[in-house]
């Protein structure tokens, strides 16, 4: 039986985990940077979660919120390889909307590579809707489509 999975907010001890994560889940080129990730964990204004399988991280999420706008930006998602197919991305994606409905915000947005189907499959089995296509988006010249999910909750006030 597959071992429970915990959800908890990341802390900077997790620094470490979380770039192995990073490493083996983007080509070389595409992954963050351990200083990005840092920032990341650390300073960005925001949230950042890591999903743990006894006791040991298999994935994260970072996500961005500005104090004057209403959308929860998904930043960054991975799930270890190893790890994958588990429910660990929606685990952790749950989070993330969890977060922008607790803060009162009406959307949550990212931006995917076109080619990256698990990653689309994952967003559209939520609700998440296509936007505009971004040109050239990636390092290496690859679209992205802009992804939306409009949050129902209580707006803040
Ligand atoms: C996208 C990504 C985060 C998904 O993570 P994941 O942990 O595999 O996600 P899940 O396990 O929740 O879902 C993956 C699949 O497993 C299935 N699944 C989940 N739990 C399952 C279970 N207990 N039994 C069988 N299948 C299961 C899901 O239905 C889903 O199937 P589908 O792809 O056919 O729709 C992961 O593929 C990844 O890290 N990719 C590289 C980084 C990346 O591209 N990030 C996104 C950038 S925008």
Request: proline share 0%; no cysteine; charged share 20%.
């Given at each position: 039986m597959t071992p429970p999975l915990a959800i908890r907010p990341a802390t900077a001890g997790d620094l470490d985990a979380v770039e192995a994560v990073e490493r083996h889940a983007f080509p070389e080129g595409e992954a963050f940077s351990r200083r990005q990730l840092r920032y990341l964990l650390e300073h960005a204004q925001g949230a950042c979660y890591v999903a743990c399988r006894n006791g040991e991280v298999v994935g994260y999420i970072a996500l961005l919120t500005r104090r004057t706008a209403r959308n929860l930006r998904i930043y960054s998602v991975a799930v270890d390889p190893a790890a994958r197919g588990c429910g660990a991305g929606q685990a952790l994606l749950d989070a993330a909307i969890a977060l922008a409905r607790q803060l009162g915000l009406h959307e949550a947005t990212l931006e995917v590579n076109v080619t990256n189907d698990p990653a689309l499959r994952l967003y559209a089995r939520n609700g998440f809707r296509s936007g505009k296509l971004l040109r050239?988006?990636?390092?290496?010249g690859a679209d992205a489509l802009r992804m939306s999910l409009r949050i129902a909750g209580e707006p803040r006030e």
């Open positions: 050239g988006y990636y390092h290496d």
